[in-house]
């Protein structure tokens, strides 16, 4: 428990300053304030200026960080001036000439006396008689109903945020015999382009005219995928199942895209170790062994797409995605 | 009526207005009210003012930007990005860059007041954890605060998001990915919330909403009561000579306090538009539009989200497949919700923690130095390096770049450190405010060492200790002794019958134990005279006397 009252002394003397002595410093003081004030509005008056005459495109130098947007710089400098000014003259006229005397005050009390809290419990008491909701259960009863209910019609409403999930989740536009496209150039793609080592960004054919009917990107979102050649010897392991033709052509591997942490689109490629490095969060996949995960928070090997070529040569999806893509979610299984 | 004084001092429209809403006796009062001064008030003020900011900057950013995912091919004056196809978001945020005068440096003002806004309120928040300002009456702007910071941090995220660049989708594509790992209605929840799958076109104009409406009306009207209640139950002050728990001393609202607090906004609002218009931040026409299959490396969210990436980071890949149908991603879940939510609930409740720990049921308005509240100032320590090992997690591949060091040798580091540091900067903190104590208990009884060795006729030397001033002896002398812990509660009473509410009362005497288990005690002042008394002569040995009660206290039980 504090010591209380603890024995805090006296308030120490009050020193006066300069300007409370001295009628000169004062008045040097008063100078001082009224010329911040006009050096703002000198400032003002610059920005105006600064905001007709600098194109807004203009570029210029600035020692230290290369060069910078001139109306921008200009404009901030002569703003951030204007309105420091102001502060800077209001402080410095608070601490110079107003009183720096302390002043105690009281706290008032913490809390309400006990006569006035019995009053207000009599005065409460009073109106709950007067509505009779303690005679009449009933109304109470049906109003808290009619409260309660009122609400769901609110919950209710947001039903058409947005349609059930369906199978959204779980299904990507590949599907068999879709061509690979490289994705900056929207061209299909013939195992011979590729040298070993390369790794080529790469999208379902159609995917254009998928997006432009649906209005929105939402495609891209999953079946964005990556072809990446490496020397068949040096593939340890891939995600065929037995029995099956293999998933990979020629050491030509197809993996999703798509982080299976929380999503973010991987980035970071190791040619020499085959380990595919996400940028978000870090999780590495070894696609030369099935894209297991051999750290980082992901919990799932990458989706890997069957591949194989079609007769003229080019590469294409043997068949669709076996898995979910991307982030796991509940009822992925 | 007669005319009156205000009436010839031409307070004619004053008059109309008091007419109809006297309030002249209640602003008489209010006019003089005292603040007490000390730089840490100032957090809070700069977190006001940042605020004031953000929505002046919103609003201008407001008239031209438009919060649409529809595709547009650009042609706007950023050439390197023309004829490309992006949102009307991302153009017209180009729009706002380079072809609106002073848009940039709206933006950048808006961006820069946005960091010190987060930033200052997370400062607040420490300077009133460490000095013990949430104590009981003030536990409610405690909450309001917590509150506060939260809304702060999803208000960030969520304008950090609007403009659709590169950075920003990707930073809502992790988002959803969070969304996607609730258990049972996590695709249901995202599907809701993007209006499908991602990203789809709805979210950037609902989120706008969110944005500019929802989440700064809520803030606007949790800062409007958490100042109501600063002003009604007044300001805490540090101890010092004659302040007490039962004054305020500084100065008046008007005119001192006013200017002083004015001027301080015109200085935070200059010094945020002189941030805007020198240092560049989120230069999103570098990133390039959205695209959902492009990335670039190296990517980092705001600082004040560092910690929550950090925590992803962090996280080992533990995912539990129930029944072989049912997905439990723990490796998301425990870092992006778990951990996130008990923090903060913990931080929300952490003045009741105390309070029944202590059974402390008193007013307090004067301040804790931290060292005198050891366990707490621990906590706060404590819970502060676990933060910052989540915050250089959130950087582990700016550091692993910079310092060449294997990111996987960075992680593993601190999956590690996050278990051992904390608790040893606990302990370690717990010591240094105990040491501090002890010196200052020291200063109350022999005063301060002067340095002067003096040598006595009888051949021994001692040091000269000189009295301490007034000031620091009342500031050293409002230690508030630690109560003694609870006392362990009888299982059984005296028939033999099991005590009702026997386990909680257990844990609360453990929890009594943890914070009060230790304590430096302070001099009596019988104890001070003397030790003034002796500080003439030599500087005796100094044997810290537990009390009687204290060492039965401590003895031990079970
Ligand atoms: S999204 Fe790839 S590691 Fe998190």
Same mark, same amino acid.
């Given at each position: 428990m504090t010591i209380e009252p603890y024995d805090s002394g006296d308030l120490p003397e009050h020193k006066p300053r300069r300007s409370d002595v001295d009628p000169k410093a004062a008045k040097r003081a008063e100078r001082q304030v009224g010329f911040l004030f006009i050096a703002s509005g000198l400032a003002s008056a610059a920005f105006i200026v600064a905001y007709i005459v600098t194109p807004v495109d203009k570029e210029m130098p600035l020692p230290g960080f290369g060069s910078t947007n001139a109306s921008n710089l200009l404009l901030g400098i002569t703003m951030g001036l204007a309105l420091f000014l102001i502060g800077a003259a209001a402080i410095h006229w608070a601490k110079k000439l107003m009183p720096d005397v302390e002043v105690v005050q009281e706290r008032s009390p913490e809390s309400s006396e006990a006569e006035h809290r019995d009053a207000l419990l009599d005065e409460y008491r009073r109106g709950i008689d007067e509505s009779g909701v303690k005679r009449r259960p009933f109304i109470l009863g049906s109003m808290a109903a009619a409260l309660g209910l009122a609400g769901l019609p609110a919950v209710v409403l947001l039903r058409d945020l947005g349609p059930l999930p369906a199978d959204a989740l779980t299904k990507?536009?590949?599907?068999?015999g879709m061509h690979i496209l490289i994705?900056?150039?929207?061209q299909k793609i013939r195992p011979?382009?590729?040298?070993?080592?390369t790794l080529i960004s790469a999208v379902p054919e159609g995917i254009d005219l998928v997006m432009e009917e649906a209005g929105n990107l939402n495609e891209l979102a999953k079946s964005a995928v990556m072809l990446i050649r490496m020397d068949?010897?040096?593939?340890?392991?891939?995600?065929?199942?037995?029995?099956?033709?293999?998933?990979?052509y020629e050491g030509i591997l197809c993996f999703s895209?798509?982080?299976?942490?929380?999503?973010c689109p991987l980035g970071l490629y190791e040619q020499l170790t085959h380990h595919m490095l996400c940028p978000?969060?870090?999780?590495?996949?070894d696609l030369a062994d099935?894209?297991?995960?051999?750290?980082?928070?992901?919990s799932r090997s990458l989706p890997q797409l069957a591949i194989t070529v079609d007769e003229d040569g080019y590469l294409i999806a043997?068949?669709?995605?076996?898995e979910p893509v991307g982030p796991s979610f509940w009822e992925r299984g | 009526m007669s005319t009156s004084k205000v009436e010839q001092a031409g307070g004619a429209g004053y008059l109309w207005v008091d007419d109809r809403v006297p309030a002249s006796k209640y602003l008489k009062k209010q006019l003089g009210k005292v603040f007490p001064d000390h730089w840490s008030f100032m957090l809070g003020e700069i977190a006001l003012y940042s605020f004031i900011i953000l929505l002046l900057s919103g609003t201008f950013l407001s008239l031209w930007f438009k919060p649409s995912m529809i595709e547009v091919v650009y042609d706007g004056s950023?050439?390197?990005?023309?004829?490309v196809k992006m949102s009307e978001a991302y153009a017209s945020t180009l729009d706002i860059s380079f072809?609106?005068?002073g848009g940039l440096l709206m933006r950048q003002i808006h961006h820069w007041g946005a960091l010190f806004f987060v930033a200052a309120i997370s400062v607040h928040l420490l300077r009133v954890f460490f000095t013990g300002a949430f104590r009981k009456p003030r536990e409610t702007n405690w909450i309001i605060g917590v509150t506060l910071l939260t809304l702060a941090l999803l208000e960030g995220f969520a304008g950090y998001s609007l403009p659709d660049d590169l950075l920003s989708g990707t930073g809502l594509r992790i988002a959803q990915g969070i969304m996607l790992?609730?258990?049972?209605v996590g695709s249901y929840v995202s599907f809701f919330v993007f209006g499908?799958?991602? $990203? !789809?076109?709805?979210?950037i104009p609902r989120l706008y909403t969110v944005h500019v409406l929802l989440v700064p009306g809520i803030i606007l009207a949790l800062i409007t009561v958490h100042l109501m209640l600063v002003w009604f139950q007044k300001h805490t002050q540090f101890p010092? $000579? !004659?302040?007490?728990?039962?004054n305020v001393v500084g100065y008046p609202l008007f005119p001192v306090y006013a200017a002083k607090a004015g001027g301080f906004f015109f200085v935070v609002f200059g010094v945020t538009a002189l941030m805007g218009g020198l240092f560049q931040i989120n230069p999103i026409w570098l990133y390039g539009p959205y695209i959902p299959d492009q990335i670039t490396a190296g990517s980092q969210p705001d600082w004040y989200i560092g910690w929550l990436d950090g925590a992803l980071r962090l996280m080992p890949n533990i995912e539990i497949v129930f029944f072989g149908q049912?997905?439990?991603?723990l490796n998301v879940l425990v870092p992006a919700v778990i951990v996130p939510g008990i923090i903060f609930t913990a931080m929300a409740l952490y003045p009741f923690i105390e309070q029944w720990a202590t059974g402390d049921k008193t007013h307090h308005h004067l301040l804790d130095r931290p060292r005198n509240a050891p366990t707490r100032t621990a906590i706060g320590a404590m819970s502060l390096s676990f933060y910052v090992l989540l915050w250089i997690q959130g950087g582990n591949d700016l550091i692993a770049n910079t310092f060449k060091i294997n990111i996987f040798v960075i992680t593993w580091t601190l999956r590690i450190a996050i278990f051992v540091v904390p608790p040893l900067v606990f302990v370690i903190t717990k010591r240094i405010c105990f040491g501090l104590q002890r010196r200052d208990r020291d200063k109350l009884l022999?005063?301060?060492?002067?340095g002067i060795i003096k040598r006595l006729p009888n051949g021994k030397y001692y040091e000269q200790h000189q009295p301490i001033s007034p000031e620091e002896r009342a500031v050293l002398l409002a230690r508030a002794e630690a109560p003694l812990p609870l006392p362990m509660p009888e299982k059984y009473d005296a028939n033999g019958i099991k005590q009702k509410g026997y386990g909680v009362k257990k844990l609360q005497s453990r929890l009594s134990h943890f914070f009060y288990n230790e304590q430096v005690p302070m001099p009596t002042a019988a104890e001070i005279e003397e030790g003034n008394h002796h500080e003439s002569e030599l500087t005796a040995e100094r044997n810290y006397e537990i009390d009687d009660a204290r060492t039965k206290a401590l003895a031990p039980h079970e």
């Open positions: 990507t536009m590949w599907e068999r994705a900056e150039t929207e011979e382009d590729m040298q070993v080592g068949p010897a040096e593939i340890v392991a891939d995600q065929t199942p037995e029995g099956k033709e293999p998933w990979s895209k798509i982080c299976t942490h929380v999503g978000c969060h870090q999780s590495t996949f099935a894209g297991n995960v051999i750290f980082g928070p992901s043997r068949e669709g995605f076996a | 950023y050439l390197p990005l023309n004829g072809d609106i005068r790992s609730l258990p049972v499908g799958e991602f $990203p !789809g076109t709805d979210f010092g $000579p !004659g302040r007490t728990q039962r049912w997905n439990l991603m022999h005063g301060y060492e002067s």
